[in-house]
């Protein structure tokens, strides 16, 4: 039946959030990690090239079926929730 | 070194940053055949009930680091991207 096809489709896709949702709270991690690294050693936290750097990682894996800008555009806005979950860290550590 | 320490955690983060890409386009592979799946049903494709329950439950599972806020923000636009691929399939089947 469709709708069988389709409540088995949603369940993957359900799964595949929950795995995404993992993924980018271990990034979020290593993230705050990097930056306690930084903030020892003094270095800027944002780093431009880096970022580029990762973009052009990105369109150079990419198999699709999203376009390169596409996930770019995705990726932007994970390393600019990563910045501010840096930043918040910071603050906090300065509240201390 | 501190060096060495950033060094390892940048590849562990260009690792994470490779499987979010597989998954993210792994999720627009579901989407889009979820889009036919539809398509055959005459069903809408946006569904704002099932987006909400799908924000509704990454909340429900989120272990931080990032706030529920946060996540939801990135899903958003995973969800807007991914409504862009159905609509650019819709849009091939019109012109072929």
């Known amino acids: 039946m469709m709708n069988d096809e389709l409540a088995v489709l949603r369940k993957k896709l359900d799964d595949v959030n929950l795995d995404l949702l993992a993924l980018i709270n271990e990034r979020g991690k290593l993230v705050q990690e990097i930056g306690k690294v930084k903030e020892k050693q ?8 880096r970022e580029r750097d990762m973009l052009n990682v990105i369109a150079d894996n990419n198999q699709g079926p999203f376009q390169d800008g596409t996930l770019q555009h995705l990726f ?15 603050h906090k550590a300065l509240l201390v």
Chains 1, 2 share one sequence.
């Open 42 to 49: 003094g270095t800027k936290r944002f780093d431009p090239v």
């Open 76 to 90: 932007k806005e994970i390393f600019k929730a990563s910045l501010e979950l840096q930043e918040d860290d910071m």
